[in-house]
């Protein structure tokens, strides 16, 4: 088992920054790929960022490539998601998850273990 807890989200202007962090206890993390998700209201959950276990490969959906930034550290269980010049349109609950092979995926379904989401609300 994988517990997974993120911190809290938060309102901000566009243009802004905020930096998520999600906390994993209950398994070796070194050995898991991470990956953010998103789900706006209406709208199927997506992939944002995913990091392979070791931090050395990661990758982004196009929509906020330049702007997040995924990291990880091992030795503190934690998998960060920095968010700069934030849009309106990435108003959404993010998600993070926990893939037990060791390399990320764009799918949510090869995910076991989610975090419970926390509320990103950009204002125009």
């Known amino acids: 088992q994988v517990q997974l807890v993120e911190s809290e989200g938060g309102l901000v202007q566009a243009g802004g920054s905020l930096r998520l962090s999600c906390a994993a206890s209950?398994?070796?993390?070194?050995?898991?790929?991470m990956g953010w998700f998103r789900q706006a209201p209406g709208k199927e959950r997506e992939f944002v960022a995913g990091?392979?276990?070791?931090?050395?490969?990661?990758d982004y959906a196009n929509s906020v490539k330049g702007r997040f930034a995924i990291s990880r550290d091992n030795a503190k269980n934690t998998v960060w998601l920095q968010m700069n010049s934030l849009l309106p349109e990435d108003t959404a609950v993010y998600y993070c998850?926990?893939?037990?092979?060791?390399?990320?995926?764009?799918?949510?379904?090869?995910?076991?273990?989610w975090g419970q989401g926390t509320q990103v609300t950009v204002s125009s």
């Open positions: 990091i392979n276990w070791s931090g050395g490969s990661t």
């Open positions: 209950g398994r070796t993390f070194s050995s898991l790929a």
């Open positions: 998850a926990a893939a037990l092979e060791g390399y990320y995926y764009y799918t949510q379904y090869k995910y076991p273990y």
